[in-house]
């Protein structure tokens, strides 16, 4: 539903490409296009125009007058600026030097704390083979104090709980007093639910805070909030000085804008994202991933679903049946470029991929390429794109001339499809692989 | 248009006298919202004003969108509005700051009440579903209900507890079931949600209950299995009633975002979504991403939640729905 900023840059910027420079008016109305974008993604509307002034400003600057592309160029500088303000300089978690290290949480009605509380618990034992407990403080809602000891129980943790008769402040105490004499590593509290204007409830989490002295506050934040969440944030922050944030609902297909939200008001980094319901969907948050998400070219979930969603199961039962027929044409080919493109551009396609992204560096994946190629192909009457071995010299040089390339680039073309279906046709020999399972499978 | 009690439900009987929440308490709350609001435009240091159109200048526009934005209305209602509003005005048939903070408020209203904006409890039983994402008030919003609808309307009420999923989801639920003093049916974690509603309507009608809401588990609605379950259990409810569920409430988070919209899409999608509720509105976010929703797919809010105690529960009305939004 939403287009991929770098598509609307494309489309915005895509008279520069004749002149190849970026002047003001130019970056104006790319300008536009970001703040659009940003606000699509419910970045707080202060956010945006303080970031897209930064970036305006970059813009202006030399890098981008040599640029060949113009659109991307922009969102390079975007994604960049992006990952820059989502990371920087944060804090990990503390880790105290006598036991135990306390974990206050906190944040909104229904936001996640109590899961993320069982999530955190899990990835401390496994990860750093602490042992940890869990203080039950959410004497309000309904059955809480039973969810966090079913939550405990499954993740292995220690419940301090006095049921829902005491207050939660005496509860904290009495927990932490605990956890010392009993020597655990980590006691996480688990609070109520509360809203930044709620004078009370505010002030007793100052309490609980005076009283635990934790080393780690951490704020819980649904990735579905929107321009809200900068008062939720500077709220929090006043009151109990929260050292991070853990972003949940990050499943889902949110863009998670209120992540650059928090991060810009108040410079707390963003530590964990939760990814599921499960307990163990739970892991760091990675800024640069965020940033691609925000900015509509999503990240490794969102590619799964997407892939889903854009890639035509009728199309690829066809598709495989041509493969192992040995039919597959240039038209075939270019279908399956149109489906991949539809996703975004390529380089950021692959981007997404985890573990990928750090050794594309050197490797050159260019959108323009792929440009060309299809430029080439549009070029080819309907008979040459089904029997490629029509194309002689003149009928090369006329595809060469209608798709502004040359003949070499023809030549390459031709010659690369020439061994992609003699690839083809090995692989449908041996064990190839569903086309329509890979698309739906995960 | 409902903004009482007794105007949102339609009960074939004349309605009891109590039933009229006092208008001062009604008051009481969207001023409240609006105070809240103000707060923030200070904390914020934004240069939102109390009305938008106290001056009538180029920045007054701008000052307009970025209070729809603000609001969480989104790009694409709030251009629509701003247009229609721009029109009118530059036609001349609106002048001067009040009447265009009319004017306002009146597209925004009617933008906001886009269809059916009761609920119509003649059926016996009448059957509500409770959907909507993790953690966005299903269950306490039923709790509210039931508690109304028992106190208020003297109906007798039986839950479903149908989240079988998370931890401790039936026990919450029975808490609300013992504080609005009504019946419910639950079955073991982790069994089928169907199941548990196709007893709680034969609970029903047996025992002769009036009402019977059925709780669900929390999902994303880009999970296909857990959406496509939702339609089941929707389709076994169909099955013992043919006209039921005859509301399927659909519950947004004020403090969501432009995903609202997608929420509302999908849901919508597998389970025919007849009414938002609209939580959380006791914080200082605007929910206008129910006037996207009212806008784009003609799903009106029926319920406001204003609070986690039982009596926190509203009409929607779209007049002080819009006035919170501007701020007038
Ligand atoms: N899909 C999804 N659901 C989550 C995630 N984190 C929490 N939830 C769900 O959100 C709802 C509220 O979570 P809970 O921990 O009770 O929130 P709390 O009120 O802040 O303690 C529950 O249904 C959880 O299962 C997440 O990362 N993804
Ligand atoms: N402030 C406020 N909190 C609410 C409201 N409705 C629900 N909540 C809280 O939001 C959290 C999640 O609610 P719950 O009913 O469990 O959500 P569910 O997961 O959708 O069933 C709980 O802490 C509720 O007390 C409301 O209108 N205002
Ligand atoms: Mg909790
Ligand atoms: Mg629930």
């Not at chain 1, 035509?312 to 044409?329: C, M, P, S, V």
């Not at chain 2, 299995?225 to 009633?241: F, P």
């Amino acid at each position: 539903m939403f287009d991929t900023l770098s598509e609307r840059l494309q489309s915005a910027l895509s008279e520069v490409r004749s002149h190849g420079t970026l002047t003001e008016d130019d970056i104006n109305k790319a300008m536009r296009q970001i703040r659009l974008a940003l606000l699509e993604a419910d970045v707080n509307f202060q956010v945006v125009k303080r970031f897209t002034a930064a970036v305006k400003e970059r813009a202006l600057g030399a890098d981008v007058l040599e640029s060949l592309n113009p659109g991307q160029q922009v969102v390079k500088i975007v994604d960049e600026e992006l990952t820059a303000l989502m990371g920087g300089a944060g804090r990990d978690l503390v880790f105290a030097s006598s036991r135990p290290t306390v974990i206050l949480m906190a944040g909104l009605q229904g936001s996640g704390k109590t899961t993320a509380c069982g999530k955190l618990a899990r990835h401390l034992r496994e990860e750093h083979k602490k042992d940890v407990a869990l203080a039950a403080c959410d004497v309000y809602r309904p059955a809480a104090v039973d969810q966090l000891v079913k939550v405990g129980s499954q993740v292995g943790a220690t419940v301090y709980e006095q049921g829902t008769g005491r207050d939660p402040i005496d509860i904290a105490e009495w927990a932490l007093g605990r956890a010392k004499s009993e020597g655990r590593d980590v006691l996480i509290v688990d609070t109520s639910g509360r809203l930044h204007i709620d004078a009370d409830l505010m002030k007793e989490l100052a309490e609980i805070k005076k009283r635990t002295k934790p080393h780690n506050v951490l704020l819980v934040v649904d990735a579905m909030t929107g321009q809200d969440a900068v008062n939720v944030a500077e709220q929090f922050a006043e009151t109990a000085n929260f050292d991070g944030v853990v972003m949940t609902k990050l499943d889902g297909d949110a863009r998670g804008g209120a992540a650059l939200s928090v991060k810009a008001v108040t410079g707390k980094p963003i530590l964990y994202a939760s990814t599921g319901e499960k307990l163990d969907a739970f892991e760091r948050f990675h800024p640069d991933r965020m940033a691609q998400r925000i900015l509509g070219m999503g990240d490794v979930m969102t590619l799964v679903e997407k892939a889903e969603r854009e890639f035509d199961e009728k199309k690829a039962e066809e598709l495989e049946r041509k493969i192992r027929r040995q039919e597959f044409t240039f038209d075939d080919f270019l279908d399956q470029l149109h489906q991949v493109r539809r996703m975004g551009p390529v380089s950021g396609l692959l981007k997404m991929i985890p573990g990928l992204g750090s050794q594309l560096s050197g490797l050159k994946i260019d959108d323009r390429e792929l440009d060309r190629v299809q430029a080439i192909i549009t070029s080819m009457t309907p008979e040459e794109r089904a029997n490629p071995s029509l194309l002689n010299g003149s009928r090369r040089r006329r595809i060469a001339l209608g798709s502004g390339t040359n003949v070499s680039a023809v030549n390459q073309l031709v010659k690369q499809f020439g061994q992609m279906q003699k690839m083809m046709k090995a692989l449908s020999q041996g064990k190839m692989p569903s086309l329509s399972q890979l698309a739906r499978g995960r | 248009m409902p903004s009482s009690w007794n105007e949102l439900f339609i009960t074939g009987e004349d309605a009891p006298a109590a039933a009229e929440a006092p208008a001062e308490e009604r008051q009481g709350f969207f001023r409240r919202l609006r105070q809240n609001l103000s707060k923030t435009r200070e904390a914020l240091g934004a240069e939102l004003q109390a009305s938008v159109f106290q001056t009538l200048d180029d920045e007054a526009w701008e000052r307009l969108e970025e209070t729809l934005i603000y609001a969480d209305v989104g790009a694409t209602t709030t251009a629509m509005i701003v247009e229609r509003l721009e029109t009118e005005a530059g036609s001349g048939e609106l002048s001067g700051g009040e009447e265009l903070t009319r004017r306002l408020t009146e597209i925004m209203a009617e933008v906001a009440r886009p269809g059916e904006m009761t609920i119509d409890l003649r059926p016996h039983p009448t059957v509500i579903l409770m959907v909507g994402v993790n953690g966005t008030g299903k269950t306490t919003t039923i709790g509210k209900i039931a508690w109304h609808l028992q106190r208020e309307l003297g109906k007798s009420v039986i839950l479903a507890a149908g989240d079988t999923y998370r931890a401790a989801a039936v026990e919450q639920l029975v808490e609300w079931s013992d504080r609005a003093g009504c019946d419910i049916v639950r079955a073991a974690h982790g069994s089928d949600p169907g199941a548990v509603a196709f007893d709680a309507i034969e609970a029903a009608k047996a025992r002769g209950h009036d009402v019977v809401i059925v709780d669900t588990a929390g999902r994303l609605h880009t999970q296909h299995h857990l959406m496509d379950e939702l339609t089941k259990v929707r389709r076994v409810i169909q099955k013992q009633i043919p006209d039921a569920p005859h509301e399927t409430l659909l519950t947004i988070d004020a403090t969501t975002g432009q995903n609202g919209l997608r929420q509302a899409m999908l849901f919508r999608e597998a389970v025919e979504v007849s009414g938002i509720v609209l939580t959380k509105l006791d914080g200082t976010a605007k929910g206008g991403i129910a006037l996207a929703i009212a806008q784009e797919l003609g799903v009106p809010v029926k319920l406001i939640g204003i609070g986690e105690s039982l009596e926190d529960l509203r009409p929607f009305d779209p007049d002080d729905f819009a006035r919170a939004i501007i701020g007038s």
